[in-house]
């Protein structure tokens, strides 16, 4: 089970309507009771553009964050003792599920590239957020799996 405040739940969920039609993408920081969502930008069109071989899809059906946003929030993590809780990104028009794609960007060496954190993908089809779904490793069976997504409105948070 992934918990995450109400108010996280709301933010990421703002920001997949905010990007739609295209692909949304972000990571999700903690401290004791607090989370902190640091939304991402998407240069998925951008690498498609100046390289449609190797990055055949456009930011309608992919994303790869901006490696400037990641280094800030890296450097935030270490810094402020913000741990990576979840990284997050939206399905446009289609269901939530965490692709072959998104396992393989999520896996170095057969192993998570970030232990114990979760996965978010969120389902959203114009203004209407269907679902988000949350995707843990799981040791046992050296995979991503599905596992419940719980709000709470402040406080105790996993």
Not at 37 to 60: L, S
Not at 65 to 76: A, G, N, Q, R, V
Not at 100 to 125: F, H, M, R, T
């Amino acid at each position: 089970m992934v918990t995450l405040l109400l108010k996280t739940l709301n933010e990421i969920c703002q920001h997949a309507k905010q990007e739609f039609p295209e692909e949304c993408c972000g990571v999700i920081l903690h401290a004791e009771t607090q989370e902190f969502v640091r939304p991402c930008r998407n240069i998925q069109n951008e690498r498609h553009q100046d390289d449609p071989k190797t990055y055949p899809r456009d930011a309608r059906t992919a994303y790869l964050m901006h490696p400037d946003d990641l280094i800030s929030i890296h450097k935030e993590a270490e810094t402020e003792q913000r741990p990576i809780k979840a990284f997050y990104h939206s399905h446009p028009n289609h269901e939530a599920y965490f692709s072959e794609k998104d396992k393989s960007d999520a896996i170095i060496w057969d192993e998570p590239a970030y232990p114990g954190v979760a996965y978010l993908v969120i389902s959203v089809y114009e203004n209407t957020i269907r679902v988000v779904k949350a995707f843990v490793w799981d040791e046992n069976k050296s995979d991503f799996i599905e596992v419940s997504v719980q709000t709470t409105p402040s406080g105790a948070i996993k």
